[in-house]
């Protein structure tokens, strides 16, 4: 089955301790990229990757670090979470960039304390 | 402002009624995205488009390029559908994607 699965589903973590939430496809897509969703603000774009190793800044890069070293995987990192960070996070992927279908993981739900 | 404008922001229906959903941009776009959102979060892809109408079951989608506007249509529309519907636009010249804000989509029965 074609999906993008992220992990944790729910992770709720204190000011300053390190986190990965993981994102993969199955699906060969180039393009992948992360967003953040939150009341009022809607969906925002925080990285995106064209390719392995290429990966450019969305709308609000600030507190995040993306790799792209599989093209199946593209984790995000908060290397010091703070409490502006608690969010709904989604993964998602296509086939070449954003003209292309958008396949969504089922979302991460992070608070930060 | 906004690049991407929905409106309505919140609408409430009965069953059976016809729903549109609209949608307006201010940047040069290579596609705009339809997107239904579930209670519970899941985000699935409903159309895909860059020119002209597009129809699934009971949901259209059509663009109006010159004009920089999109709508959504639901016809017979069912509590099934009651979601919130986001659209969102592929940036030209670059892979970004920018979202509207969402409508949240009531079908009452």
């Known amino acids: 089955e074609a999906q993008v699965t992220q992990n944790p589903r729910y992770l709720i973590t204190v000011t300053g301790k390190k986190l990965t939430v993981t994102c993969s496809q199955n699906?060969?897509?180039?393009?992948m990229s992360w967003y953040r969703q939150d009341p009022g603000l809607g969906l925002r774009q925080i990285y995106y990757s064209m390719n392995v190793e290429v990966t450019d800044k969305g709308d609000v890069p600030e507190g995040y670090k993306v790799s792209r070293k599989e093209k199946r995987n593209f984790p995000l990192i908060l290397e010091s979470p703070s409490p502006n960070q608690t969010s709904l996070y989604f993964c998602?992927?296509?086939?070449?960039?954003?003209?292309?279908?958008?396949?969504f993981g089922p979302g991460t739900r992070l608070t930060v304390t | 402002k906004n690049e991407v404008e929905q409106s309505p922001q919140n609408l409430t229906a009965q069953e059976g009624e016809f729903i549109t959903i609209n949608c307006s941009y201010s940047v040069g776009i290579s596609a705009l995205h339809w997107l239904q959102q579930h209670p519970g979060g899941g985000i699935v892809s409903l159309f895909m488009l860059s020119s002209g109408k597009k129809k699934h079951g009971r949901l259209i989608a059509t663009i109006n390029i010159q004009e920089k506007h999109s709508s959504l249509h639901i016809t017979a529309s069912h509590p099934r559908d009651s979601a919130v519907y986001i659209c969102a636009v592929g940036q030209g010249g670059s892979e970004k994607l920018v979202f509207g804000k969402g409508t949240k989509l009531t079908v009452n029965p």
């Open positions: 699906m060969n897509h180039e393009y």
């Open positions: 998602a992927s296509s086939l070449w960039g954003g003209s292309y279908e958008q396949y």
